[in-house]
């Protein structure tokens, strides 16, 4: 079975800490900080370049030798507000104290210095519609490929009413064969209203070499290092889930599953 679903090690401070080498893979980073009022947290940045999402609540930011000042007015995710969020380019670092009880994403990618830091949202992020029925899903596009803010990093957000579909149709990308589609690692952060629900995610390939379906919990991630990978809330929860996405190359192109290639020229009408 593939270790592809991580729990939070704890509920307090970092509590999820995925890197290349942990994850198997080249590219994608991901941890997350859950930090009470007037605590701190501080990293370097090294090699690679950063996207600090103010999942909820409100931090003192420093980063790239400036003071952002206090980033963040979301207090619950679902409130489903443009989250406030800061890059941080390679070669540099960042330090933050926690103005409020905070959940802080550290989304990580390698960085070649060709972008400055900069805040990134509320103002310019807006919650779109996507899909119809009950593949309806709403996006804050953070850091996608119109948004030129990156070296290697895409990062978004996507809220999936109860008892709808989300990564659907199923779709990879997992080839570098541009323009058709891009060689893209993923994780998702997943959380869950109520917050005692769970969530469906499969994770497989159309030869069966991989093929998990996880229960995920709030606060679980789920990495996907190749393969299609759609999502379902049951009847009841609504889903979050905060994506980060990188590869050799800051384009997002995919195929989708033959089986469901229907759906897409169906719905595309």
């Not at 579909?165 to 209203?193: F, G, K, M, V």
């Not at 033959?258 to 595309?268: F, G, K, S, T, Y």
Request: with cysteine.
């Amino acid at each position: 079975m593939a270790d592809l679903l991580k729990k939070p090690f704890g509920t307090h401070g970092k509590v999820h800490q995925i890197t290349p080498k942990s994850a198997g893979w080249r590219y994608v980073g991901f941890s997350l900080y859950r930090l009470r009022a007037g605590e701190t947290a501080a990293e370097a940045t090294g090699g690679r370049e950063v996207i600090l999402v103010m999942v909820e609540g409100k931090a003192r930011i420093t980063a790239a030798g400036q003071d952002w000042g206090v980033l963040g007015d979301r207090m619950d995710v679902f409130e489903k507000t443009p989250p406030h969020c800061l890059y941080v380019p390679n070669g540099s670092d960042w330090s933050l104290v926690a103005d409020t009880d905070c959940t802080v994403a550290v989304c990580s990618a390698p960085g070649h210095g060709g972008h400055p830091a900069r805040k990134i949202g509320p103002d310019g992020i807006t919650l779109t519609q996507r899909g119809t029925g009950v593949n309806t899903r709403y996006i804050n596009n953070i850091a996608m490929e119109a948004e030129d803010y990156c070296d290697s990093l895409l990062v978004t957000e996507v809220f999936t009413p109860d008892g709808h579909w989300s990564s659907y149709p199923s779709h990879r990308h997992d080839e570098d064969d541009y323009p058709e589609i891009t060689y893209l690692e993923e994780t998702y952060y997943h959380r869950l209203n109520p917050g005692d629900g769970f969530g469906i995610q499969r994770v497989y390939t159309e030869d069966g070499t991989l093929d998990e379906t996880m229960a995920v919990k709030d606060g679980d991630v789920v990495l996907v290092p190749r393969g299609h990978h759609p999502c379902g809330a049951p009847y009841g929860f609504e889903m979050y889930y905060l994506n980060v996405m990188a590869g050799p190359r800051r384009k997002w192109r995919f195929k989708p599953d033959p089986a469901v290639q229907w759906i897409m020229d169906r719905d595309a009408k």
